[in-house]
């Protein structure tokens, strides 16, 4: 028995774990700057060439940059860039040859038999520096230009789905009481 993906499976799956956690972001009041800036974050860090890091890179992200990033979506950005990641391994590998003049790392089957049989240990540490130093040169112009994307596009999500603005509160004397201001003598 063949098991296909149906369209309406991959559909709840799509809203349930991009729509949905997107939706509860926009509607939580967060400014579009610091969506644009999350995202963009999150998705150059998403796109790092060894697969399982760019969680961990998107940890210590956000632990580095504290309240001016918004966390969910920093990992929501990294879940969504995974196949752009994947993608993008070859074309950092062959920047990083050409940034360095290395030699060609060959993706053909006997490369690959090679690293399963452990006879390409150097070659293959090689050509992951190389693909480490593609993705370091490419990340200032991924995050700039998709932080310059997505700002427009937060404006109008956040414009559309986003919370209703309240009016600003104004401190009422029982407020004032139950936070008085500490004095100094």
């Given at each position: 028995?063949?098991?296909?993906?149906?369209?309406?499976?991959?559909?709840?799956?799509?809203?349930?774990?991009?729509?949905?956690?997107?939706?509860?972001?926009?509607?939580?009041?967060?400014?579009?700057?610091?969506?644009?800036?999350?995202?963009?974050?999150?998705?150059?860090?998403?796109?790092?060439?060894?697969?399982?890091?760019?969680?961990?890179?998107?940890?210590?992200?956000?632990?580095?940059?504290?309240?001016?990033?918004?966390?969910?979506?920093?990992?929501?950005?990294?879940?969504?860039?995974?196949?752009?990641?994947?993608?993008?391994?070859?074309?950092?590998?062959?920047?990083?040859?050409?940034?360095?003049?290395?030699?060609?790392?060959?993706?053909?089957?006997?490369?690959?038999?090679?690293?399963?049989?452990?006879?390409?240990?150097?070659?293959?540490?090689?050509?992951?520096?190389n693909a480490l130093l593609g993705w370091l040169v490419a990340t200032p112009f991924f995050f700039i230009s998709l932080y310059v994307v997505l700002m427009p596009?937060?404006?109008?999500?956040?414009?559309?789905?986003?919370?209703?603005?309240?009016?600003?509160?104004?401190?009422?004397?029982?407020?004032?009481?139950?936070?008085?201001?500490?004095?100094?003598?």
């Open positions: 028995m063949v098991m296909g993906l149906s369209k309406g499976r991959v559909k709840a799956w799509f809203n349930k774990k991009i729509t949905d956690p997107l939706l509860q972001i926009l509607r939580r009041g967060t400014e579009p700057k610091q969506l644009a800036f999350s995202a963009a974050l999150g998705i150059t860090l998403g796109i790092f060439p060894i697969c399982g890091v760019p969680v961990f890179l998107c940890g210590v992200a956000i632990a580095f940059f504290g309240s001016a990033c918004h966390a969910p979506t920093v990992m929501l950005a990294n879940i969504i860039a995974t196949p752009v990641e994947l993608a993008l391994v070859v074309p950092f590998l062959r920047l990083g040859e050409k940034v360095t003049g290395g030699p060609h790392f060959p993706l053909t089957s006997d490369a690959l038999k090679k690293v399963f049989t452990g006879q390409a240990s150097q070659e293959v540490f090689l050509s992951i520096g596009c937060f404006k109008i999500l956040v414009r559309k789905f986003g919370a209703v603005a309240s009016t600003p509160k104004t401190p009422t004397s029982v407020d004032i009481e139950l936070n008085p201001k500490p004095r100094f003598a």
